[in-house]
Every structure is written in structure tokens, then in C-alpha cells.
């Protein structure tokens, strides 16, 4: 069975403490990871897109980077901006709406920056 | 332009209303979906179009009725809704055949 498990569950960071959030995941195969950020009430915020292992993508302080079992998204210096809940998500190859973006998220990861 | 806009921002219903979600996008994509999330959990996936055609129905329960007018709409229609059913009810797009999912900033319900 597909899963995503995204690690730790919350994380207090103070302002320019560096960190990392993790993704694990186990599909059949992968045909995209990606990484949203939600603001509470509001709606996912997309930020990147992984294909393959062994890529990076960087967004001003955010960096992701793909293995073949996680993900990885690294938070340089962040700031009391950067809290939010941080969501992984992997559309595997094959099954039902694979070539529909059907999506299988993680629980997130709950970041609180404080100054 | 990346914008998802789905009304109404909160929605308070009882058990017996009939209510509709709307979600509108003119980016040109051609997959439309329905998502539901509670709190502290992941979205769930409830309906997917494809084309204004239903190609995924998660097993929802048939007090929500998903409807696509045209390519750029989406509705998601309520009727005798249970108080559990209260969530945050987001919609998204994407391009067919790309891969990103772009949300709207969701509705809020809550049923009484």
C-alpha cells in the first residue's frame, strides 16, 4: 500500500536555527513528490515538484531534495514567516488517476518559528 | 496567474439546507478536483474531472454531489449533511497530464 510518513509532527525552531523536515514514502512507483505549504483555514500553497532521485529545488530559504525512499525539505535561516504546516505529497505510477494528479499526502509537518 | 477561487469562504448549515460550493479557474486546466480536510489531518481526495467528466468518485457518500458546468467550474452541491461532515472543502486544478495541483483556499463548513 502506498504511505507517506512526514517527520517530526511539530517543530519549534527559533529564528535563524536551521532545520530539515522529512518525507518518507513507499510506492510501487514514483511519478512525482511534492511539498505544499498551508496556512491554517487556508488552502495548500504548492512550492515544488520532485521527479527523480537525486534532484533539488530551491525557493528562497527552502531547499528540497528527493532519494529514492524521502524527501527532504531543508529550512535555511528561516523566519517567524516560515511557520506553517509543511505537506508532502506523492503521485505514484500507475492505479487509479495516475495521470490525473491524484495525490496521497502526508500528515505534515507543524513549523513554528518564534523570533 | 495561479489562482483558485472558490466560494464561499465559510458556509454554517443544518442538517436539512441545501447548500452548493462553488470553485472557479481560468488557467486553462482541464482536471478539477474536490478535497476534504479536517483538522490537523491531510486533504482527502473525494471527486476528480477530467475533462467535465467525473473520473473519480472516492466513495463519497451521495449527500455530496459534484457537478462541472464547464471547464472552468466546479460545484459541489450539499444536501442532509451530518454534523461530522463539518471540514474545510478544498478544490484544485492542474494541467492534464502535468502533475502539479494548485488549490483554492477552501470553504469552511460547518453543519449544525
Known amino acids: 500500500e502506498d504511505q507517506v510518513t512526514q517527520s517530526p509532527e511539530a517543530l519549534r525552531l527559533q529564528e535563524g536555527e536551521s532545520s530539515s523536515l522529512n518525507c518518507s514514502y513507499t510506492?510501487?512507483?514514483?511519478?512525482?513528490l511534492f511539498w505544499y505549504r498551508q496556512d491554517p483555514g487556508k488552502g495548500p500553497e504548492f512550492l515544488f515538484t520532485?521527479?527523480?532521485a537525486g534532484e533539488e529545488k530551491e525557493k528562497e530559504r527552502l531547499k528540497a531534495t528527493l532519494t529514492k525512499k524521502e524527501s527532504f525539505l531543508h529550512i535555511t535561516a528561516p523566519k517567524p514567516e516560515d511557520s506553517a504546516t509543511y505537506l508532502c505529497?506523492?503521485?505514484?505510477?500507475?492505479?487509479?488517476?495516475?495521470?490525473?494528479?491524484?495525490?496521497?499526502f502526508g500528515r505534515g509537518t507543524q513549523l513554528t518559528v518564534w523570533p | 496567474d495561479t489562482e483558485v477561487t472558490q466560494t464561499p469562504k465559510h458556509l454554517v448549515m443544518g442538517m436539512t439546507n441545501k447548500k452548493s460550493l462553488k470553485c472557479e479557474q481560468h488557467?486553462?486546466?482541464?482536471?478539477m478536483y474536490w478535497y476534504k480536510q479536517k483538522a490537523k489531518k491531510p486533504p482527502e481526495l473525494m471527486f476528480v474531472?477530467?475533462?467535465?467528466?467525473?473520473?473519480i468518485n472516492e466513495s463519497v457518500p451521495s449527500r455530496f454531489s459534484p457537478e462541472c458546468p464547464n471547464s472552468s467550474l466546479l460545484n459541489l452541491h450539499l444536501h442532509a449533511l451530518q454534523p461530522e461532515d463539518s471540514a474545510l472543502y478544498l478544490c484544485?486544478?492542474?494541467?492534464?497530464?502535468?502533475?502539479?495541483?494548485?488549490f483554492g483556499e477552501g470553504s469552511r463548513l460547518t453543519v449544525l
Open positions: 474531472y477530467s475533462y467535465e467528466k467525473l473520473s
Open positions: 484544485a486544478s492542474s494541467h492534464q497530464g502535468t502533475r502539479e495541483l494548485f
Open positions: 488557467m486553462g486546466h482541464r482536471a
Open positions: 505529497a506523492v503521485q505514484p505510477i500507475g492505479g487509479r488517476g495516475s495521470t490525473l494528479g491524484r495525490l496521497y
Open positions: 510506492v510501487s512507483g514514483l511519478r512525482g
Open positions: 520532485l521527479y527523480s
